[in-house]
């Protein structure tokens, strides 16, 4: 449950409004006249985030965003400041809370770090026995239920503050350039060598 002493924001950080944003390496391509283009990721603002809690920040995807089958790795740039805390990336089937998903869950730095998620090893966790509570675990990547890459309908970020954090967390974590990649050459499906998602469009709060 939420305490009434945490708080939760869902923003967007660019480069032309916030003198504090850093973009990640070589995310920012000059115009024609040689001037920065426009560049922005997500923030995930929150305060007060207890032990075992987590922020979730959510987006549906299109027709276009649900086949992951086509490629070989899902990758996105993530930076925290404090050094502290935990964040996760979540693939669901659906936007419902007891929807089947994927997920992977990775530590917090200070300062920009890319994660580079392989497909191959989401799905092969289905092959695991699940624990009690109907999740298959190995190392950071886990699933609950029966998700299919072919149709995923919800698309997660978000934030944990793991048992060891106490008594409370605060941080503000950014997100930028979720993409698909490495296309996969031994399938017939018609796919593009790259495919970017906009995070920027998370805004709903779950």
Same mark, same amino acid.
């Not at 008594?167 to 698909?180: G, I, K």
């Given at each position: 449950?939420?305490?009434?002493?945490?708080?939760?924001? @869902?923003?967007?950080?660019?480069?032309?409004?916030?003198?504090?944003?850093?973009?990640?390496?070589?995310?920012?391509?000059?115009?024609? =006249?040689?001037?920065?283009?426009?560049?922005?990721?997500?923030?995930?603002?929150? !305060?007060? *985030?207890?032990?075992?809690?987590?922020?979730?920040?959510?987006?549906?995807? =299109?027709? /276009?965003? &649900?086949?992951?089958?086509?490629?070989? &790795?899902?990758? @996105? +740039?993530?930076?925290?400041?404090?050094?502290?805390?935990?964040?996760?990336?979540?693939?669901?089937? !659906?936007?419902?809370?007891?929807? #089947?998903?994927?997920?992977? !869950? %990775?530590?917090?730095?200070? %300062? +920009?770090?890319?994660?580079?998620?392989?497909?191959?090893?989401?799905?092969?966790? &289905?092959? *695991?026995?699940?624990d009690s509570l109907g999740f298959r675990s190995q190392?950071?990547?886990?699933?609950?239920?029966? #998700?299919? *890459?072919?149709?995923?309908?919800?698309?997660?970020?978000?934030?944990?503050?793991?048992?060891?954090?106490?008594?409370?967390?605060?941080?503000?974590? +950014?997100?930028? =350039?979720? /993409?698909?990649?490495?296309? /996969?050459?031994?399938?017939?499906?018609?796919? @593009?060598?790259?495919? /970017? @998602?906009?995070?920027?469009?998370?805004?709903?709060?779950?």
């Amino acid at each position: 449950p939420v305490d009434s002493s945490e708080e939760f924001h @869902i923003t967007v950080k660019n480069n032309k409004d916030d003198y504090d944003y850093e973009p990640p390496l070589n995310a920012v391509e000059n115009d024609e =006249n040689g001037h920065p283009k426009f560049e922005q990721s997500l923030a995930l603002n929150f !305060t007060n *985030l207890k032990p075992g809690h987590l922020a979730l920040a959510q987006r549906n995807t =299109n027709d /276009r965003e &649900k086949n992951y089958t086509g490629y070989k &790795k899902l990758k @996105i +740039w993530v930076k925290g400041h404090s050094g502290q805390g935990k964040f996760l990336l979540r693939l669901a089937s !659906t936007d419902g809370d007891s929807s #089947p998903f994927y997920q992977y !869950t %990775g530590s917090l730095t200070a %300062g +920009w770090e890319e994660l580079s998620l392989n497909l191959e090893d989401l799905s092969s966790l &289905k092959k *695991l026995v699940p624990d009690s509570l109907g999740f298959r675990s190995q190392g950071a990547y886990a699933v609950k239920g029966t #998700p299919n *890459l072919a149709n995923i309908g919800a698309l997660y970020l978000g934030v944990l503050n793991p048992d060891t954090l106490t008594p409370f967390y605060s941080d503000e974590v +950014w997100f930028d =350039n979720l /993409r698909l990649d490495e296309a /996969r050459r031994d399938r017939g499906t018609a796919v @593009i060598a790259s495919a /970017r @998602i906009g995070v920027a469009d998370l805004l709903s709060l779950s």
